[in-house]
């Protein structure tokens, strides 16, 4: 059974940075692609980026620049650095793992799904 439990949210000030972490069990972690997802308040869940089991990488353009994706195998952990947050960064943020090797944007490909950890970036 997947699981993928988030961490490392917080309340920040706009211009700090953050870094999420997500603890992955249950399957072979390197050979699937991973994702990071955010939930605003009122607001359908949205992409922010992705990883393919080959180490290519996907941004959303609203992040590009700032946050960072990444991957220790050893530990099975799925990391977003985020850096320069805006408070329109605030959400939920979700850890997804996929059930293939090449990553998406699109939330419906992500059968597995972390709880979420919640980033408020005040002005």
């Known amino acids: 059974q997947v699981r993928l439990v988030e961490s490392g949210g917080g309340l920040v000030q706009a211009g700090d940075s953050l870094r999420l972490s997500c603890a992955a069990s249950?399957?072979?972690?390197?050979?699937?692609?991973m994702g990071w997802f955010r939930q605003a308040p009122g607001k359908e869940r949205e992409f922010v980026a992705t990883?393919?089991?080959?180490?290519?990488?996907v941004y959303a353009d609203s992040v590009k620049g700032r946050f960072t994706i990444s991957r220790d195998s050893a530990k099975n952990m799925v990391y977003l650095q985020m850096n320069s947050l805006k408070p329109e960064d605030t959400a939920v943020y979700y850890c997804?793992?996929?059930?293939?090797?090449?990553?998406?944007?699109?939330?419906?490909?992500?059968?597995?799904w972390g709880q979420g950890t919640q980033v408020t970036v005040s002005s």
């Open positions: 990883r393919w089991r080959s180490g290519d990488v």
């Open positions: 249950g399957r072979t972690f390197d050979a699937y692609a």
């Open positions: 997804a793992m996929r059930d293939y090797y090449i990553g998406s944007s699109s939330a419906r490909d992500y059968p597995y």
